[in-house]
């Protein structure tokens, strides 16, 4: 009766032991901060030539975000089931087009957006619906929103490319850009 006892103390323990772990947990990530650097994620090419060449990524199957030939590159984190992503479609597509009639800012700034756990057809259909003149690249597995935090949507990023290939994060907050023309100022300054 003993040894049933020990074997099922031990048992329990064991059992214990799993659900709840007492030693170190590895800390989730944390959203990029300004002043800082994005981790190291690699992203699949779009599909759309011209969303290649729009990004200087012709020919590439893969990238890194500071690979892209601009000065300032802006990161949308979204989710086509997020309506705040909805709501904030028109000012992003504002922005978009601000910056590409502007003869001193095309070229200098890009845009991208990264749907989070959507898949190519929901990436799309958020396209579609709302008209998205930039590049939008699925993440149907969290892993890019892992490696950014699991920030919530939607989430902007902005990073600053320098010469020699390096980078840092010049912007990184949840919710509305805004006006487009005063985030242009806030961040191209």
């Known amino acids: 009766m003993q040894r049933m006892t020990v074997k099922f103390l031990g048992c329990l323990l064991i059992i ?28 699949p090419a779009p599909s759309r030539l011209e969303e290649q060449q729009y990004l200087g990524i012709a020919g590439k199957a893969q990238f890194k975000l500071p690979e892209l030939q601009a000065e ?35 070229g200098k700034i890009k845009l991208i957006g990264l749907g989070t756990g959507n898949t190519l057809f929901e990436v799309n259909t958020f396209r579609n ?21 699991e920030v919530r949507t939607p989430y902007f990023i902005v990073i600053k490319n320098n010469k020699g290939g390096s980078h840092r994060v010049v912007y990184s907050k949840v919710g509305s850009i805004g006006d487009p023309h005063d985030f242009l100022k806030l961040i191209y300054k």
Do not use: W
């Open 16 to 43: 214990t032991g799993l659900l709840f772990p007492t030693g170190s947990v590895q800390a989730e990530a944390a959203p990029p901060p300004e002043g800082g650097k994005l981790p190291e994620i690699i992203l």
């Open 129 to 149: 619906a709302y008209a998205v003149p930039f590049p939008l690249l699925p993440d149907p597995d969290f892993i890019i929103h892992k490696a950014l935090g």
């Open 72 to 106: 300032l590159v802006i990161i949308e984190v979204f989710s086509m089931y997020c309506p705040h992503c909805q709501k904030e479609a028109p000012a992003i597509n504002e922005l978009y087009r601000i910056i590409e009639q502007d003869k001193d800012l095309k």
